[in-house]
């Protein structure tokens, strides 16, 4: 999911509908603001599909008025699944003994059946079938004094992955976990700040990139205080999801100091390296293949080629909900240059195998346009095993690099050669000149490895074996 929030601009709302126009790649389900106004009071406006169908209108924006606006754009991973139900829409809000507070977040709370249980126990009453929903019942049974303090307390109990933008009637509250897993960064947009999942939505609005958030950290900005920072958890060791920078992230992002777009072209670099190929062509899987095939090209002096074009009016595949959409999508998505490829030996470059859905169509549309070979290089290692962080990975048993080798999955795909890159290359890739430290690796890569930096309690409980 993206999560955006601005303090102290004119129609704060308008801010963030275009902050999460700049995010929508984190998620397309849905969409949702609140906003405060000092006459108006608390106002949210919530809607399934894109930020620019719902939230440009006048007639809905008129609605949002405040210097004060939070937003999420949500891509279901927990809560109801298949279909989002509108109550499930972020951000939440709820009246409680210190005034009201919104939230939204991204990540996914590891803990939050066991949690549930005991706030409904306890009489809470649930709204959504949403994890995030927790926060705001914990903070409602805090008994701190002020909102910051019921909301650490809160966060205090929810294990997992946490980014989460918050506001009360005068202020702008940002938080990461612990490991600081999801992104979130800080900008100044004119005397005002804002809070950000990704930089590339600071930019859109014309704000100042000040910083990163560090993990457990906590601001609460006010108009009056500006910036206060503290630390309410346990310091750990950082495990950021690596995955942000091989495909969650826009390439227009800066991550942990660095730029997605460059990471990704060194990774091609690397998998050039690691796994070279003769070939006329390489191609990238748009878009998410692009700076990887961009980087293998450079590497390899192998020419670049735009062997596959997207429709530019479809959206992410994988993140349609259900198989069969995501079935029909690869076709809807891409299609292939046939008059480039014809009797040519290609090089595809994607970002990641999941199911193989995607590989296994394009490899056919490839082969039924006449190449004379397909070369599969992957810019993250094999995916086998679940996200419990916050991306959507399918259950175990519907990976296919749980279940196969990488010899398997080749013929599986049926595909000249498929290579993906070694995690010591991706860690070389992100800047871990040594690559992956094994004693505690520098970054989460649960997904790839098995190594889960935070127990996913729920899961656990629901029968899935680490
Ligand atoms: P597959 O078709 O193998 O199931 O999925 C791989 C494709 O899904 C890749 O092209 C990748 O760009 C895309 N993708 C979109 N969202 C995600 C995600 O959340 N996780 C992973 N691993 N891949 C994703
Ligand atoms: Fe990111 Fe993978 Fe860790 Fe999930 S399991 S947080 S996708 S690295
Ligand atoms: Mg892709």
Sequence with gaps: CGIFG??????????????LHALQHRGQEAGGIVSHDPEMGFNSARRFGYV?????????????????AIGHVRYSTAGSKGQTAIRDVQPFFGEFAMGGAAIAHNGNITNANALRRELIERGSI??????????IHLMARSLQRNIPERMEDALRRVEGAFSVVAMTRTKLIGVRDPLGVRPLVLGKVGDGWALS??????????????????????????????VQSHFPFRRQPSKFCIFE?????????????????????????????????????????PDSGTPAAIGFSLE??????????????????FI??????????????LNVNRALIKGKRVILVDDSVVRGTTSRKIKEMILDAGAAEVHFRIASPPTAWPCFYGVDTPDRDKLLAATMSEEEMRDHLGVDSLKFISLDGLYRAVG?????DKACPQYCDACFSGEYPVIPADKIDDGFVM
């Design 300 to 317: 390899s002096g192998i020419p670049y080629a735009m062997g596959i074009i997207r429709n530019q009016y479809m959206g992410r595949t």
């Design 197 to 226: 999942s990704e930089t590339c939505a600071l930019d859109i609005i014309g704000a100042e990139f000040v910083r990163e958030i560090e993990p457990g950290e906590m601001v609460v900005i006010s108009e009056k205080y500006g």
């Design 126 to 135: 649930f709204q959504s079938s949403s994890d995030s929903e927790c926060i």
């Design 320 to 333: 349609e909900p259900t198989e069969s959409i995501r079935n029909m999508g690869v076709r809807l998505k």
């Design 432 to 436: 871990e000149a040594k690559g992956r």
């Design 6 to 19: 601005v303090l102290g601009t004119k129609e704060a709302a308008n801010f963030v509908a275009l902050g």
């Design 245 to 285: 920078h091989v495909y969650f992230s826009r390439p227009d992002s800066i991550l942990g100091g660095r730029s997605v777009y460059e990471t990704r072209e060194n990774i091609g670099r690397e998998l050039a390296k690691e796994s070279p190929v003769e070939a006329d062509l390489v191609c990238p899987v």
């Design 52 to 68: 620019r169908d719902n939230f440009t209108s006048q007639k809905v924006m008129e609605t949002l008025p405040g210097p004060l």
